[in-house]
């Protein structure tokens, strides 16, 4: 194996300039353009949720009108959902796919260079509508109509980058297809591949079913407002429930296109820091792979309360409880995997476990909401809005978080520093529970989500959300700093990197050559730790 | 005379501990889900419990065991390293044991959730229409209706840099100028529907939510066990001021409420009879600035300036310049495709002759038009 590296190294012949990114169709520097531009994103996204919390610090309106503000929850959700999670999914997927099942890069190189290129464009058309008479979106990252419709100049910006987004993940999820059908190195079967490839590629089947549906959605969207259709129109015949329909069609599995990919992380993780293989490996496939076909059946949970028929609403609800069993196996998987290991808690590892943790409390809340009775005074209230932060922040940005701490020595050849990475989970792990847990209280006792103000009974708690909000911002300074301290130098990595890490990428050298497994490996049972 | 002057501080004095009990008792660390006061939301609220309950002691479970491991499996321990990577019989197990809390869950969820699509044989039937941002009330059985928009003291405290303290504002953001009176003791069914965008009728107290969908009509009933006042929001993102269509409903007691209806009709059937005259031209403005400051401020703002491609300025437009006849056309019917309604639907002859008027004569507008009630209702 090591053999085959040092070949690598005689023909590691990088491009240099601007050029050696622009026209870049190397996996590893696209993965390092999804992850800088993903990590950008966050800050801007974050910015933005930094305005949404300074504006509910206290009742009153004293920062931004409500007009600017819907704008900002709009463009928030957008630009974290679209611009950070997904890029970082995509950018871990470039990066470790190719070094995890021996291959010398993606399939289709050149579309993996335009499907990270379309990405700076499309956030740029988004971002432009703020400047524009009339805002930018404002109406919800859902955008329903008939609200949406009433958006001015930005319209067209908002429906053109949903669909270059949706280009842009259509061949991101083509290319992990193509990548780990035909390029797996000699005895890498489908049930030895590591978890985080098999979270990808059903995720990458969810985005090619999904994307289209919501680029079908928009663009009645674009039509109903420009050429006079009616698809959303009741008095033209149309029906505003039906685009709620056909977007929670693509809405819900777009969840688990987010999480997946952190399952995957977190898999590969645990079992490397509890130093025992990851417990109940098929059965980890299997249910990653029920979640992904149930999430097609359990859409109208995001819409109870449009008035479906009695029969809609029990089987809606049967069928998204049952999303509890398979995602109970994995947390018991994990917790099987830790039980009688021998563990160390490196950044990676307590990022892990504050994932396991809060990611878990997320469930319950959603396990809550699935209760249709129960939704109808939960929905679009703090409570939900609790519910899918804890899932999303501490639970697939924390994997995220984990995965970068896990390889980035893999990947710049320098261990990070062990104690601000630490300084950074402990920061995150505290605020981000400060932040987001009094907003299940503020929801329960009634407070509505997207309103720029309330009333004074909800100024507790939202003021405590309000700092946890502002320190968790500040604490993902750290995480840059770690990041350009890592980059720069640092105590060289081992090519193994952590005494327990299993997989092909392990192998290689640290840094990785700029071409790695030119030469593809033989994998056996025992190499092939997953 | 110091009788007096006590008995003036104790007068002061009374409300003044009693607002100040109120903003303890509102400023709450509320922490869980109200009961509220119909037989629905007594039912939710059992059953919001029994789930808390179950996740409550599976996360114990869950998280107990996962510390457990965290201390005692840990390699600083000299924790003994096992190689184990399955176990059917475990897997199975909590596969199973899942399922079988999800069918404890599900089984009285169903009988709550077929109860509350119950919504047959109601005694009264409350039309509830979403407008941008308003709700508009229809007693359907007694030809009532009227608009309830958000109170004049939390308007003023709620604009951008207002200057005033919300805690000093009675019920900031939940008051309105004409609460929706409904009778206790009554099921009372109640239709939601929307004439712009989508909104959400939601009164906690009553234990559900229910989105108001312009061309829908959506059907839901309640049952009010007890007389108060029961505050709520809308719930669905409707546009800019989807933060202040507030709901307040006053449930009072059936006799109250026979009165209450009587009375209404009466004081609506008398501004109607009062308005139908020639106004002067000082009584029409100032009564179009009121009509202006809650009915088209919101978008067209207080200056007449309007909010640069999203809200046309109404100070020096064309419309507002140009015909009489066209002015009152926009404002009568709305413009489809924005959020310009038809304020015809909305407001009496009186009002709009009036709103008309003062737009016609206001900022730098200076045609010298005069509309008359009359006039509108000509144009209709």
Not at chain 2, 301 to 321: E, H, K, N, R, Y
Request: net charge negative; hydrophobic share 50%; proline share 5%.
């Amino acid at each position: 194996m090591s053999e085959a590296a040092v070949h690598d190294d005689h023909h590691d012949h990088k491009p240099t300039g601007i050029g050696r990114w622009l026209f870049s169709t190397n996996h590893k520097d696209i993965g390092t353009m999804y992850l800088v531009f993903s990590l950008i994103m966050f800050f801007i996204g974050g910015a933005m949720a930094m305005v949404i919390r300074a504006e509910l610090f206290q009742p009153g309106l004293q920062f931004v009108d409500p007009g600017f503000f819907n704008q900002m929850t709009t463009i928030h959700a957008l630009v974290m959902i679209f611009g950070a999670l997904m890029p970082a999914g995509v950018g871990l997927a470039n990066w470790l796919i190719p070094m995890m099942i021996g291959a010398p890069d993606m399939a289709l190189p050149r579309m993996n260079n335009m499907s990270f290129w379309i990405l700076p464009f499309a956030f740029t058309l988004l971002l432009s509508t703020l400047f524009m008479d009339g805002g930018g979106p404002a109406g919800g990252w859902t955008m329903y109509p008939p609200l949406v419709l009433q958006l001015g100049d930005g319209f067209p910006f908002l429906i053109f980058t949903v669909h270059f987004l949706g280009i842009s993940s259509i061949m991101g999820a083509i290319n992990i297809i193509a990548t780990v059908f035909n390029m797996r190195a000699p005895g890498m079967t489908y049930m030895r591949l590591p978890l985080f490839v098999w979270t990808w590629i059903i995720t990458a089947f969810l985005l090619i079913a999904a994307m289209p549906v919501f680029a079908g959605a928009v663009t009645m969207l674009l039509t109903d407002k420009y050429f006079a259709t009616s698809f959303f129109n009741a008095a033209g015949g149309g029906d505003p429930v039906m685009f709620q329909h056909v977007f929670w069609f693509f809405g819900h599995p777009e969840v688990y296109i987010l999480i997946l990919p952190a399952f995957g992380i977190v898999s590969q993780i645990l079992p490397t820091f509890a130093r025992k293989p990851l417990f109940g490996y098929a059965s980890m496939v299997y249910a990653t792979a029920a979640i992904a076909f149930l999430s097609f059946f359990v859409w109208a949970h995001h819409m109870f309360t449009v008035g479906m028929p009695l029969a809609g609403e029990l089987y809606f609800m049967y069928a998204t409880m049952s999303i509890a069993v398979p995602t109970g196996v994995k947390i018991f998987n994990w917790m099987a995997t830790m039980w009688k290991g021998s563990m160390t808690f490196e950044t990676p590892m307590l990022f892990s476990l504050g994932f396991i943790f809060l990611f878990t409390i997320g469930g319950f809340t959603g396990l809550m909401m699935g209760v249709t009775p129960v939704d109808f005074q939960y929905h679009d209230t703090y409570f939900i809005v609790a519910h899918f932060h804890y899932v999303l922040v501490p639970g697939a940005i924390f994997a995220v978080m984990g995965g970068v701490y896990y390889w980035l020595p893999k990947w710049t050849g320098h261990m990070y520093n062990e104690k601000l990475g630490k300084w950074h989970f402990w920061l995150s792990a505290i605020t981000v529970n400060i932040l987001f847990f009094p907003q299940h209280f503020l929801g329960l006792a009634g407070m509505p989500r997207r309103i720029p103000d309330y009333s004074v009974q909800f100024a507790d708690w939202n003021m405590v959300s309000s700092i946890g909000g502002f320190a968790f911002g500040l604490s993902q300074l750290v995480f840059v700093v770690v990041i350009v301290q890592c980059v720069r130098g640092g105590q060289k990595a081992t090519d193994q990197v952590w005494e327990g890490a299993h997989g092909l990428e392990f192998t290689l050298p640290s840094p990785p050559p700029f071409h790695s497994f030119t030469t593809p490996p033989q994998v056996t049972e025992a190499t092939a730790h997953s | 005379m110091f009788v007096k002057s006590l008995r003036n501080i104790i007068r002061g004095a009374v409300p003044m501990v009693l607002l100040l009990w109120s903003t303890v008792v509102s400023a709450d660390w509320a922490l869980n889900l109200r009961e509220g006061v119909t037989q629905i939301s007594h039912e939710v609220y059992d059953l919001h419990m029994i789930i808390l309950w179950v996740v409550t002691i599976i996360g114990i479970i869950v998280f107990g065991i996962m510390a457990w491991s965290i201390v005692h499996h840990r390699k600083s321990k000299g924790a003994v390293l096992a190689q184990f990577h399955h176990s059917t019989v475990a897997e199975i197990t909590w596969t199973i044991i899942p399922i079988l809390i999800l069918i404890v869950i599900a089984v009285p969820a169903t009988k709550t959730l077929v109860l509350m699509e119950q919504t047959g044989d109601a005694e009264m039937t409350l039309k509830v229409t979403g407008y941008q941002w308003k709700w508009k009330y229809d007693y359907m059985d007694e030809d009532l209706s009227f608009f309830s928009s958000l109170g004049k003291a939390s308007n003023e405290a709620r604009q951008l840099n207002s200057g005033i303290d919300p805690a000093s504002v009675d019920n900031y953001l939940i008051e309105v100028d004409k609460p929706v009176v409904l009778p206790t003791n009554t099921k009372i069914r109640i239709l939601t529907t929307a004439n712009d965008v989508i909104h959400s009728w939601w009164v906690p107290d009553l234990g559900w939510k229910r989105d108001a969908i312009p061309g829908f009509i959506n059907d839901n009933w309640t049952y009010i066990e007890e007389t108060g006042t029961y505050r709520g929001k809308c719930a669905e993102l409707c546009g800019k001021d989807h933060g202040f269509m507030p709901i307040v409903v006053e449930a009072v007691s059936p006799e109250d409420y026979r009165t209450w209806i009587a009375e209404t009709k009466q004081a609506q059937a008398d501004a109607l009879a009062n308005s139908d005259r020639e106004w002067a031209q000082d009584e029409l403005m100032t009564h179009g600035e009121e009509i202006y400051n809650s009915a088209c401020a919101a978008c067209h703002l207080a200056d007449g300036q309007g909010v640069p491609g999203a809200f046309p300025a109404l100070d020096g437009s064309a419309i507002a310049t140009g015909s009489v006849d066209g002015h009152m056309d926009i404002v009568l019917k709305g413009k489809a495709g924005t959020a310009m309604q038809a304020f015809g639907q909305q407001l009496s002859d009186a009002d709009l002759a009036a709103v008309i008027t003062y737009e016609r004569n206001s900022w730098s507008n200076a045609t010298g038009d005069v509309v008359q009630p009359a006039d509108v209702k000509a144009a209709r």
